[in-house]
């Protein structure tokens, strides 16, 4: 079942999803929060690290694990979400950074890289609150159009319009990496619990499909109505042609 929270702009957007996640973590502290990077997230993220420094909430006991990576980019690296995560999250709250968990993109062995991530969530006793946002092909994580509902964390070659949208990040297109590890569809159906967030017209479609509800591996994010509890929040932007 998808429930649909419309937000009148990006900001009201974030703070919506900081509640959820804030809620959550006051319910339970050691909670395992699935998290997602690139720009939508980052207002929701602004809003975490506001409420943690003026209310106090805490992340000592969260553990996290983040959907993806891109293959090749470090932790030091700027464009790896590794290092995005530190930088505009947990450098900034509590949490001990052992306690956060993102694919390793400069594994040797990316196979079982995948395999050890996959094993990790199991072992953290699978994730309470997966945040998620959109690409404009419908992708999830980067799991992109075509990718079977039955995967697990996997490498993937990433799409020509999936690199363009990302290229605003890096110096040139050609720096954009052409592989990364990422959740499976399945891993992300096994969450208890999907927030997906999208802000801004360029969303707009994707989002307008997944609303119609044909369940289809050509819109990966349509392979959330297959789950019981996923709400989207989403700016009057996104929802502009729903
Ligand atoms: C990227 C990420 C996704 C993210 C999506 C949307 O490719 N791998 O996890 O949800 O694209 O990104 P943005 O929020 O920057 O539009």
Do not use: W
Not at 11 to 21: F, G, L, T, W, Y
Not at 79 to 93: A, E, V
Request: overall charge negative.
């Amino acid at each position: 079942m998808i429930k649909l929270i419309e937000a009148a702009d990006y900001d009201e957007m974030s703070r919506q999803v900081a509640a959820i996640i804030i809620r959550q973590v006051k319910e339970k502290p050691d909670a395992v929060l699935g998290l997602a990077t690139g720009s939508t997230v980052l207002g929701t993220y602004h809003e975490l690290v506001a409420d943690h420094r003026q209310n106090g909430t805490s992340y000592r006991r969260v553990r996290t694990v983040n959907l993806d990576e891109y293959v090749g980019l470090g932790p030091d690296h700027p464009n790896s979400y590794r290092y995005y995560m530190n930088h505009h999250l947990f450098g900034q709250l509590d949490i001990p950074i052992d306690q956060t968990h993102v694919p390793d993109g400069l594994a040797v062995d990316l196979d079982e890289e995948c395999r050890r991530y996959e094993r990790l969530i199991d072992e953290l006793g699978g994730i309470d609150l997966q945040l998620l946002g959109i690409g404009r092909n419908g992708h999830i994580g980067f799991n992109e159009p075509g990718t079977p509902f039955s995967t697990a964390t996997h490498v993937v070659e990433l799409t020509e319009l999936t690199r363009e949208a990302n290229a605003r990040f890096f110096p040139s297109f050609d720096d954009v990496p052409r592989y990364a590890i990422t959740m499976g569809i399945a891993t992300i159906l096994r969450s208890r619990r999907i927030v997906l967030l999208a802000s801004g017209e360029e969303k707009a479609e994707a989002i307008a499909r997944l609303l119609e509800g044909v369940v289809t591996p050509d819109l990966p994010a349509s392979a959330l109505h297959l789950h019981p509890d996923v709400t989207i929040i989403a700016d009057r932007e996104a929802l502009a042609l729903i």
